[in-house]
């Protein structure tokens, strides 16, 4: 089943309970990365919770295939013992095409009981993995994650900062709309540091902006970043390309995705 860009929204709240697994994928990892945060607190309260949720790598899959069926057939509760036998929720993260062949014989059986949300970066037409989503009556496939064009960057920028009690002046706008809208998850971070920078609520004014974002520099090479890290070689291509053209160094391309390696172990 595919889902129409104007159908997301409401799909990632309130999904269709016939749906066993669901594939988010596409070159703007960090608006992949919300939208699959978005369904999984659709199925659990706490995504992280290790009693609701399972997480698994494309990698890892690849090791040990049986370990999808495994993982979605558990039992799922709560310790509290309030919340059994609601559906459990598996993340397979990275996956790729070599992933389509297992979920293909996952979803032959899958039940209710169990929703597997499967992230990916950008797919072609003609990868197994989409196809597969497509095809298959008990999955879906989200239209793809691109980047934000001038419009949803413009409601980006607003909702997050009418969240912290935040409004902008048109020039405060105008240079946010120009630094950020490559990566949503870069766009959000470079947001929250702009609110956190203003303490409280209030106007941001152009200089607010220009001291909490600087150039786009940082927001480009974390791009480069988050897609290194999802393996996206076309979005890693694009990233690079824009902050080799905006001055940034390879040493401080490098030096950044130590850091972030550094904090994911």
Excluded: W
Excluded at 194 to 212: F, I, K, W
């Amino acid at each position: 089943m595919k889902i129409t860009a104007a159908r997301i929204k409401s799909f990632l709240a309130r999904p269709d309970a016939a749906i066993a697994a669901v594939l988010i994928y596409g070159p703007d990892q960090g608006l992949v990365a919300e939208r699959a945060e978005a369904l999984a607190r659709a199925i659990v309260d706490d995504p992280s919770d290790p009693f609701r949720t399972a997480s698994i790598t494309g990698a890892a899959l690849k090791q040990d295939p049986a370990r999808l069926a495994d993982e979605a057939g558990a039992i799922s509760f709560a310790p509290s013992g309030g919340d059994g036998g609601k559906r459990r929720l598996v993340r397979l993260r990275r996956a790729t095409d070599d992933a389509a062949p297992v979920i293909d014989a996952y979803l032959a059986t899958a039940t209710a009981d169990a929703l597997v949300i499967a992230d990916a970066g950008f797919l072609g037409p003609r990868s197994k993995l989409r196809r597969l989503f497509e095809a298959a009556k008990n999955a879906a496939a989200l239209a793809a994650c691109y980047e934000d064009d001038e419009r949803a960057l413009g409601q980006v920028i607003s909702e997050t900062l009418d969240r912290h009690g935040l409004t902008a002046s048109p020039d405060a706008r105008a240079f946010l709309a120009g630094q950020l809208g490559s990566n949503r998850g870069v766009t959000r971070m470079e947001l929250e540091k702009l609110a956190l920078y203003m303490g409280r609520p209030g106007r941001v004014e152009l200089d607010d902006a220009m001291a909490a974002i600087g150039d786009s520099a940082s927001a480009s090479i974390n791009a480069v970043v988050f897609a290194a890290a999802a393996g996206d070689i076309p979005a890693l291509d694009k990233a690079l390309d824009r902050a080799f053209g905006e001055g940034a160094q390879p040493v401080t391309v490098l030096r950044a995705a130590a850091r972030y390696i550094m904090r994911l172990h």
